[in-house]
T-cell receptor, first 115, second 113 residues
Framework: EPEVTQTPSHQVTQMGQEVILRCVPI?????FYWYRQILGQKVEFLVS????????KSEIFDDQFSVERPDGSNFTLKIRSTKLEDSAMYFC?????????????FGPGTRLTVT | SQQGEEDPQALSIQEGENATMNCSYK?????LQWYRQNSGRGLVHLIL?????REKHSGRLRVTLDTSKKSSSLLITASRAADTASYFC?????????????FGSGTKLNVKP
């Protein structure tokens, strides 16, 4: 069964460093998303991406964040200068279509630890 | 904010019993999805119910949706220890806005063997 994959599963970085989190969405999906979940808290929407551009972003997704679909398969989230509060699980998700019945599938997540 | 909220926050039952979790949201939706998350792991999609549907079944799962009350329930019948996890509902932005999905805080289900 097709699935969303994410790498790495765990990333440790020092404050101020740049990180790139990678995702491979399901191959025939057109809509892509990033979410984060701080330990013990709810899943929060970061950004959605369709047709090679950002569709919507949350207030969390400030200038330190960027997304890219560099080729036909990968979808990346870059954090330019990490802060301690960026420590969280980051989930990528994809959706096949804009139809009402289009289900959103999540990857296993990348645990980002900023020290 | 559209964010859904689940209740109860935590539920502890014996294996074989049924578990019911509820989700409430604030504005109109196109659909509502339920997910399961095992501790520290990813979100597993369980079921999607469209705003024009009232009930949906998938195996031991039964989901209902009441758009007039802006609420949904997830029933797991004949629970198993392996059902122990957190369960979340997610709603979209309504009016054919699928650019953003909102999650509640989840219900932590513990099924005792």
């Amino acid at each position: 069964e097709p699935e969303v994959t994410q790498t790495p599963s765990h990333q440790v970085t020092q404050m101020g460093q740049e990180v790139i989190l990678r995702c491979v969405p399901i191959s025939n999906h057109l809509y892509f998303y990033w979410y984060r979940q701080i330990l013990g808290q709810k899943v929060e929407f970061l950004v959605s991406f369709y047709n090679n551009e950002i569709s919507e972003k949350s207030e969390i997704f400030d200038d330190q964040f960027s997304v890219e679909r560099p080729d036909g398969s990968n979808f990346t989230l870059k954090i330019r200068s990490t802060k301690l509060e960026d420590s969280a699980m980051y989930f990528c998700a994809s959706r096949q279509s804009g139809a009402v019945s289009g289900e959103q599938y999540f990857g296993p997540g990348t645990r980002l630890t900023v020290t | 904010s559209q964010q859904g909220e689940e209740d109860p926050q935590a539920l502890s039952i014996q294996e074989g019993e049924n578990a019911t979790m509820n989700c409430s949201y604030k504005t109109s939706i196109n659909n509502l999805q339920w997910y399961r998350q095992n501790s520290g792991r990813g979100l597993v999609h369980l079921i999607l119910i469209r705003s024009n549907e009232r009930e949906k079944h998938s195996g031991r799962l039964r989901v209902t949706l009441d758009t007039s009350k802006k609420s949904s329930s997830l029933l797991i019948t004949a629970s198993r220890a392996a059902d122990t996890a957190s369960y979340f509902c997610a709603t979209d932005g309504g009016e054919y806005n699928f650019n953003k999905f909102y999650f509640g805080s989840g219900t932590k289900l513990n099924v005792k063997p």
